[in-house]
Nanobody, 115 residues
Framework: QVQLVESGGGLVRPGGSLRLSCAASGIIFSTYALDWYRQAPGKQRVMVASITTGGTTNYADSVKGRFTISRDNTKNTVYLQMNGLKPDDTGVYYC?????????WGQGTQVTVSS
């Protein structure tokens, strides 16, 4: 049974930081590409960061220079370090694991950026 469990969300003031984690089980983690998505209220889910099996990263323009995605294959965990948070970063953050046509999603963690 595949499970992806996100954690680390919460309420933070503008300019603050959060570190999201996504722990995976039931998959050969090192063979999966990993992504973080954000879904803001009333909007579509959009990719904010991705990391390949080889460690190559990619970011949405809106988060470049502020967010960092990383993976620890020994812990079956992908992280999203978020610095300089803005109100527009508010939303539910989901991790996704992809291998070929196999795709798995977590349940999401809420991030709210507000003063």
């Amino acid at each position: 049974q595949v499970q992806l469990v996100e954690s680390g969300g919460g309420l933070v003031r503008p300019g603050g930081s959060l570190r999201l984690s996504c722990a995976a089980s039931g998959i050969i983690f090192s063979t999966y590409a990993l992504d973080w998505y954000r879904q803001a209220p009333g909007k579509q889910r959009v990719m904010v960061a991705s990391i390949t099996t080889g460690g190559t990263t990619n970011y949405a323009d809106s988060v470049k220079g502020r967010f960092t995605i990383s993976r620890d294959n020994t812990k079956n965990t992908v992280y999203l370090q978020m610095n300089g948070l803005k109100p527009d970063d508010t939303g539910v953050y989901y991790c996704k694991a992809t291998w070929g046509r196999s795709e798995h999603w977590g349940q999401g963690t809420q991030v709210t950026v507000s003063s």
